[in-house]
Every structure is written in structure tokens, then in C-alpha cells.
């Protein structure tokens, strides 16, 4: 049985980690809010763009550009966007799952295809690793230093690129980014969503074609085609990266709230504990004192 000094010990220990915790899940919903204001910010250019591309396409014209080339997948690159920092509950590991259940489906899809793993973060890079070293089926490779969850605009920016130019060298055939999808603090669903080829049936969501106007395009509907579709890529990134550093933050913030309330519940349970024992204790005191009397 613990002794009031060892009790006392373990209730200082416990109150520190709900401090901790506490203070954990403040800045992780201060930097969460941050990342829904970027989000917020991202989409007006993002839906201008669509608005764009959705203009084109009502054009009685064909558009042909090298980012929308279909060609057979030989060799397919999936980037997988996880956390640097742990602490944020099945965070990674659902991404994780994610991702394997997305290898299944390719390789089902195109037998016999390539596929290299792009892990972006310190702790799904960890699991991607493992896992290849257990089971392999892929290959991995490893992001630009400047790149992970935390990168800045130009990083972004840097890293699309990157991707664009190995698919138009045909080094994949097929690129994706898998991510934490952010609709709320509560709920982030893993998502899959295609970079490249980029294709027009994209921009048809949402009835974009429908609600835009007739227009006249200067230079001509074919060269803003070709220039507005880098800009659309470096929109869906940005905005990727943004969504998915959101979601770790919100899987952070619900982490440390589910600490902190087992916190509080294992120091009632020792506090209790200590008061039976103290009371416990002064009355053998009292108990000890009395029958002292008695004996005088």
C-alpha cells in the first residue's frame, strides 16, 4: 500500500501532466485556427482558377497540354503527407492505412506497375521505412529536405514542381497525393486524390461549367490553358498541405483533450485515496492517543 509522502508524489506528478496537457491543446488549437484562415485564404484562388478552366471548357475547343496525357502507368508515385512531431493520437497510422489501401488498388488496377512511396514527415517516413523493410512491394523515396508538414509556400511550390518534372520526363505516369482530409476538429477522413495527368473532368464538378458565361479569350483559350494548369496544381498542393497540417493539429488538440481529462480523473482517484488514507491515519493517531489516556 502507497504511503502518504509516495501519494502526494504521484498527485504533484499527475497535476504537472494535466498542466502540460492543457497547455499542449491551447497552442495546438491556436495553430489549428492558423491553418483554417490559410485554408480559408487558399480558396478564392483556388475557385477563380476552377472558374478559368471552366470557361475553357465551355469553348468549342479541344486542349491538348502535356500535364493531361493519358499514357499506360508503369510507374506510379504516391506522396503520402503524415506529422514531424508525435503526440496526436492514430494520426499517422491512419494515414498509413490509407496509403496501403491505395497500393492495393493500383496494383490491382495496373498489374505489374511500379510504385515509389513519397513520405513527407518524420513519423509516417518511420512506418513507410518499417514497413519496406518487413514486407517491401515498393519503393521509397525520399522527399527535399526543405520539405515536410510544416513547409512554407515556396517549399510547396518547389516540391510541385519537382513532381511535374519527373511526370513529364515519364519517370511516373501517374503521381497522388494522400492526406487527412480537414472538415472538422472532431472528424478527418483520409483521402487520395490525383495530381497528375491532370483532367478536365476535374473541373466539372460542382457545376463550374454550367454557371460560367460566354467569353472571349486573348491570347487564345488553348495557351491560357496550358499556362493556368501549373497554377492549378501549385493551388491543389498549397491547399493539400494546408488541409493536412490543419488535420494534425486537430487530431493533436483532441489528443491532448483526452489526456488531459484522464489527467483529471486519475488525480481525483489519487486525491481520494489520499484523503482515506490521511484520515486513515489520524485516527490510529487518535486511536493510539486515547488508549494511552486509558492505560494512565
Do not use: W
Amino acid at each position: 500500500m502507497a504511503t502518504l509522502r509516495e501519494l502526494k508524489g504521484r498527485i504533484g506528478s499527475v497535476a504537472s501532466s494535466e498542466k502540460i496537457t492543457g497547455a499542449m491543446k491551447m497552442i495546438s488549437s491556436a495553430k489549428m485556427h492558423r491553418a483554417e484562415m490559410d485554408l480559408k485564404r487558399l480558396l478564392p484562388f483556388r475557385t477563380q482558377i476552377e472558374t478559368i478552366i471552366g470557361n475553357l471548357l465551355t469553348a468549342d475547343t479541344e486542349f491538348h497540354s502535356p500535364l493531361s496525357e493519358q499514357r499506360e502507368v508503369r510507374r506510379a508515385a504516391i506522396v503520402v503527407l503524415g506529422s514531424d512531431d508525435g503526440l496526436c493520437g492514430g494520426y499517422n497510422i491512419n494515414i498509413f492505412k490509407a496509403m496501403l489501401a491505395r497500393l492495393g488498388e493500383i496494383k490491382e488496377a495496373h498489374p505489374g506497375v511500379e510504385v515509389t512511396v513519397i513520405p513527407v514527415g518524420r513519423k509516417v517516413g518511420k512506418a513507410v521505412a518499417y514497413y519496406v523493410g518487413k514486407n517491401g512491394g515498393f519503393s521509397v523515396e525520399t522527399a527535399a529536405a526543405e520539405v515536410n508538414s510544416k513547409s512554407s509556400g515556396d517549399a510547396v511550390k518547389r516540391f510541385m514542381e519537382t513532381l511535374r518534372d519527373q511526370f513529364l520526363a515519364k519517370r511516373f505516369d501517374l503521381v497522388e497525393l494522400c492526406y487527412m482530409n480537414f472538415q472538422s476538429v472532431s472528424r478527418q477522413r483520409a483521402r487520395t486524390d490525383q495530381l497528375l495527368p491532370l483532367s478536365p473532368e476535374a473541373f466539372k464538378t460542382d457545376g463550374v461549367t454550367q454557371t460560367c458565361r460566354p467569353c472571349i479569350f486573348e491570347p487564345s483559350a488553348q495557351e491560357i490553358f496550358t499556362t493556368i494548369l501549373p497554377m492549378y496544381m501549385l493551388a491543389l498542393t498549397q491547399e493539400v498541405f494546408t488541409e493536412n497540417r490543419a488535420s494534425e493539429m486537430a487530431a493533436r488538440v483532441m489528443a491532448m483533450q483526452s489526456a488531459n481529462d484522464n489527467a483529471k480523473n486519475l488525480l481525483g482517484d489519487l486525491q481520494l485515496e489520499y484523503n482515506k488514507l490521511r484520515q486513515q491515519a489520524i485516527t490510529s493517531e487518535l486511536l493510539d492517543i486515547l488508549g494511552g489516556q486509558s492505560r494512565d
